[in-house]
């Protein structure tokens, strides 16, 4: 029982980083208005590029960094399209997805074409922190891939930017009074298209996290809607980073419950596959209306 | 007379332009991305252009593309006037596949008869698809939930809905199963859309029914009108009597209804029987490209048609490219999608101007 906990929370924290890196991505750019629904997209070109460049250079390190040009660039376009343009972010998220998943394929067709067996990357090794990885039962979470802490230590920097900060309250500001914050001197378009293309190029290292820790390869379609559950995971939180972490939790808990329960129970697997999507609808149906969404989500901004 | 003529096509030019230049754009992206891998762009283009325009089997394989593509455009187009985003073409056109194939197997010990046995198929997935956009429709209709995001949920519920229905009993096939690629067993031959010749299959004459009636929906008929109202200003429309609730609920489950009938032909048109895989080389390709070719011509009823071919043409000279100049098709898949942004970024342009 001791052993399945310990098995359970160490194979929970290890499925996060995708659900919380690509949700804290929405975030970031919900944040000062622009709610960017293109994840599954930016995770998938991320992947590719991300495996990729650890394929090709044999630096994990460098797939990182690809994964976030990756994203970030693809993030620049649908801001370009959304804030530059004015075009309405739904439907633009709708075509970025589609964009990234097309471009995610041929570019590792371009590299690969077809083959038999799939070409593979060592997946990230495991980094004990001395002493407190020896503590019983939650020293498993500090016996983890580098990206592990990294999401942790993202999401308190994320709230302490956000909430301690000047430039958080910008931020902030953008989101829910772009007029007032104009006024005050806040570069509103020049913010919204950072803050959405840091959130991208975190969608991306979300998606490269997939192969490298995972698969150890890239297949099309690989992020399985993760990046779509991360929107929920996003309005469960309510656009607060430590609220989507514990979301996260949540979501990866029911991952890893999936596959947990296809050992011995009569459920047939596609079911319990189905399992977070299920949960995904029950609480937008719950949550949907109560999440303190920023005032400005969805409306362009222009100073006239 | 003829001096009115031109006047017309003199209007009509500029409004074709942005779709020209788009197109030319596109096909320009997919030159350069050819000669940067070192083939012949023109050669590429011929193929993409001759080969389902100008060979008997190309265009019959295009028609058979065209009808699906058309009907998965109208479940996204026909919401989207009510400013509603149906992403869900994907999971409403497997479900109507499921609900098809299931009934067909399980009427075909004791077949109704044969008049009936395809319309009543086809009811069936149309009925299917508006069932499996029901809950997304009432997600936003009472509880304001965006049907981006749910209907994209329902495509992975539906996702997995067609893999257990491809591997378990008393529709899947064992040995298949066994083999480790599921698949169900073949609907009865009666079940089967008859094959039109040139036109693909039977499929070709639903699609031109469904066209002409969505047509008379957006364009004649009330709540056409009602639905396009919403899009254009829910608060007017409220306050004109039109109930929001009604029109949200309506014209998401008849998209519903449009992509289901999409996947009951494409499965009792081409393939007969549930495959497993089928969920993304069926599903989540023609849901899309129904996405995209609704897209391209700003879900104008008239226009749909015209885009969901040109959009099956390309995908089956790509398939040729593919197969004759090994170039991926991803490229033509990429080029498309390139196209669409540009004709809403120049349409935009024009819109305010």
Redesign the interface.
């Known amino acids: 029982m001791l052993e399945d906990i310990t098995t359970f929370l160490e194979v929970t924290a290890m499925s996060i980083v995708p659900y919380a890196l690509c949700s804290l991505g929405i975030m970031l750019g919900a944040r000062t208005g622009v709610l960017n629904?293109s994840g599954e997209g930016a995770m998938l070109m991320g992947a590719s590029a991300g495996f990729l460049g650890a394929y090709f250079t044999g630096n994990p390190l460098i797939g990182m960094l690809l994964a976030l040009a990756a994203g970030g660039g693809l993030g620049l376009i649908f801001a370009w399209?959304s804030v530059g343009?004015?075009?309405n972010q739904?439907?633009m998220?709708?075509?970025i997805y589609?964009?990234g998943m097309?471009?995610a394929?041929?570019i590792y067709?371009?590299c690969f074409?077809v083959r038999v067996l799939p070409p593979l990357i060592g997946t990230l090794p495991k980094v004990a922190i001395p002493g407190l990885s020896q503590i019983p039962i939650v020293g498993v979470l500090f016996n983890q891939n580098v990206l592990v802490y990294f999401t942790f230590v993202l999401t308190l920097v994320l709230f302490l930017i956000l909430y301690k900060t000047r430039i958080g309250l910008e931020t902030r500001a953008v989101g829910e009074n772009p007029r007032a914050a104009d006024v005050l001197g806040v570069k509103v378009i020049r913010r919204r298209y950072v803050c959405v293309a840091i959130g991208a190029a975190m969608m991306g290292l979300a998606g490269a996290y997939l192969p490298m820790v995972f698969t150890g390869t890239y297949t099309?379609?690989m992020s399985?809607?993760k990046g779509?559950?991360a929107?929920?995971v996003a309005?469960l939180g309510s656009f607060r980073p430590e609220r989507i972490l514990a979301g996260s939790f949540l979501f990866a808990g029911a991952e890893v419950m999936s596959y947990r329960l296809q050992l011995g129970t009569g459920i047939?697997w596609?079911?319990l596959?189905?399992l977070p999507?299920?949960v995904?609808?029950i609480v937008?149906?719950i949550f949907?209306?109560r999440a303190e969404w920023p005032a400005a989500i969805g409306i362009p901004y222009s100073r006239e | 007379m003829i001096n009115f003529e031109i006047a017309k096509l003199k209007l009509l030019f500029p409004r074709l332009r942005p779709y020209l230049l788009a197109v030319l754009a596109g096909f320009g992206v997919v030159g350069v991305l050819i000669t940067l891998?070192g083939r012949n762009p023109l050669d590429a283009f011929s193929t993409i252009i001759t080969v389902p325009l100008g060979t008997a089997h190309g265009l019959t394989e295009t028609f058979k593309k065209f009808v699906p593509i058309l009907l998965a455009g109208f479940a996204y187009a026909i919401p989207f006037h009510a400013r509603l985003?149906n992403?869900g073409g994907w999971g409403q056109l497997l479900f109507g596949g499921i609900a098809v194939t299931i009934v067909g197997l399980s009427l075909s010990h004791s077949p109704p008869p044969l008049f009936l046995f395809v319309p009543l198929l086809i009811l069936v997935g149309f009925l299917a698809g508006a069932l499996w956009a029901v809950?997304p429709a009432v997600?936003r209709a009472y509880?304001?939930?965006?049907p981006?995001?749910?209907t994209?949920?329902?495509?992975?519920?539906a996702v997995?809905?067609v893999?257990?229905v491809a591997?378990?009993a008393p529709w899947a096939e064992t040995e298949a199963a066994f083999a480790g690629h599921p698949k169900t067993l073949p609907l009865p031959t009666e079940a089967r859309l008859p094959p039109l010749g040139i036109g693909g299959h039977a499929g070709l004459i639903v699609a031109i029914i469904v066209a002409l009636a969505v047509y008379f929906l957006m364009k004649k008929s009330i709540l056409g009108y009602e639905i396009k109202a919403v899009g254009a200003n829910p608060t007017a429309a409220q306050v004109f009597g039109i109930s929001i609730k009604r029109v949200t609920l309506l014209s998401l489950i008849l998209g519903g209804a449009m992509a289901g009938l999409a996947g009951a032909i494409e499965v009792m048109g081409v393939h007969g029987r549930l495959i497993e895989g089928m969920e993304?080389t069926v599903g989540?390709s023609l849901g899309?490209f129904g996405?995209?070719s609704a897209?391209m011509c700003a879900c104008n009823p008239i226009g749909l048609p015209i885009s969901a071919f040109f959009m099956s043409m390309l995908i089956v000279g790509a398939d040729a490219m593919q197969r004759t100049m090994?170039i991926?098709v991803?490229?033509v898949?990429?080029a498309i999608?390139?196209m669409?942004?540009f004709i809403?970024?120049l349409g935009?342009k024009m819109k305010m101007r």
């Open positions: 629904i399209l343009l004015k075009l739904f439907m998220g709708i075509c589609i964009f097309g471009l394929d041929f067709r371009l074409g099309p379609l399985a809607g779509f559950m929107i929920g309005i047939p596609q079911f596959l189905m999507f299920i995904v609808l937008m149906w949907y209306k | 891998m985003f992403v809950v997600l509880f304001g939930v965006h981006v995001i749910s994209i949920m329902m495509n992975f519920i997995y809905l893999n257990y591997s378990t993304f989540a899309i996405i995209l897209l090994m991926p991803e490229v898949f990429v999608v390139l669409v942004l809403m970024m935009e």
